[in-house]
């Protein structure tokens, strides 16, 4: 069976604290400007029913599928990334962090598993920068910071898994078979116990040796944060609100049909930091998703990761 093209969730949590020494270089969350190690696991879910009207959908490199089998029945994909994430910061400015992921996406009918793909994914290394960072001579006052990174997604999983006899669809890929590029900024403002964060990322998908290319993405993420704090002991709840908006996908350049689209997501979650460990969880559903074409939609989104911290 082939794919229904589906969009890309792209979640990159961010948290905020306020200043707990006076005077000193502003430090919004534990351990900001401390290298770290850290695993990240994230799942999405899409699920939907095909309508019975519904005769075929577009597949990935310029197919068709026709759907006669499928009419009336649920089809689920769910992507798995478990990730090796390490940063090295060189100063209270500069960092330099990357990520290695293994994948693990399969696709189901009606609970059942049809096509599955897992192995390391493509690598990405990122590079960033402190453009703003507010000193305050006391934590009750307002604390600034802005900053930006820029990445690269290096092609070096695999794009040719097959289940059975078949070759597995390309999103379902442990990797896209492109080098693509990523920009972002993020600002954050705490003020006493409450934070607030807003992260804006492009992403530049190129193509691959086949001339297909996934949607470029543009995100949004909103997040409100507060801090509880006892000891060597900080919790942070946060909620938010998250916007994606793809571009659809193309094959040799030409536009396909059934991709791109907005999304709009809330988010809850949590982070437990003690002493140099950090523990965060979160959990996403859409609130509103206008998709082009045929596409699945997405049911949910889960992020968990746990991270070390080295002074």
């Given at each position: 069976?082939k ?11 961010s ?11 502003l ?58 994430r390490a940063?090295?910061s060189?100063?209270q ?40 960072n ?5 934590s ?8 930006w ?6 092609p ?15 999103d ?13 900024a ?32 543009l ?7 507060g801090?509880?704090?006892a000891?060597d002991?900080?919790?942070?709840p946060?909620a ?30 949590m ?21 082009e ?19």
């Open positions: 069976m794919s229904i093209i589906t969009g890309v969730l792209l979640l990159f949590g948290v905020v604290m306020a200043c707990d020494h006076c005077g000193m270089y430090n919004m969350r534990p351990n900001d400007f401390s290298h770290f190690v850290g695993i990240f696991y994230t799942s999405n879910v899409y699920e939907g029913l095909v309508p019975v009207t519904t005769k075929s959908m577009m597949l990935r490199h310029g197919d068709e599928l026709v759907l006669p089998d499928f009419q009336g029945n649920t089809l689920r994909d769910r992507y798995q990334i478990t990730e090796l940063r090295y060189f100063n400015k500069w960092f330099l962090w990357g990520r290695i992921p293994f994948v693990q996406n399969a696709r189901y009918v009606n609970n059942e598993l049809t096509q599955s793909a897992s192995g390391v994914g493509d690598p990405m290394l990122f590079v960033g920068h402190n453009l703003y507010s000193r305050s001579a006391d009750t006052e307002v604390a600034q910071r802005l900053e990174s820029v990445g690269v997604k290096f070096l999983g695999a794009t040719q898994l097959k289940y059975g006899n078949e070759y597995v669809d390309h379902l890929q442990p990797g896209s078979g492109s080098y693509d590029f990523l920009l972002s993020n600002y954050m403002v705490f003020w006493k116990r409450i934070g607030l964060s807003n992260q804006v990322m492009y992403r530049w998908n190129g193509p691959n040796l086949g001339k297909y290319a996934f949607g470029n993405l995100t949004d993420n909103l997040t409100f944060i801090k509880l704090r000891n002991w900080t919790i942070m946060q938010g609100i998250s916007a994606r908006w793809f571009s659809p996908d193309t094959d040799s350049g030409e536009i396909l049909v059934n991709s791109g689209g907005t999304r709009y997501l809330w988010s809850a979650g982070e437990i930091n003690y002493k140099n460990v950090s523990i965060q969880g979160v959990y996403l559903q859409p609130i509103q998703e206008k998709l074409g045929t596409q699945l939609p997405q049911k949910n989104a889960i992020t968990i990761n746990v991270k070390y911290f080295i002074s």
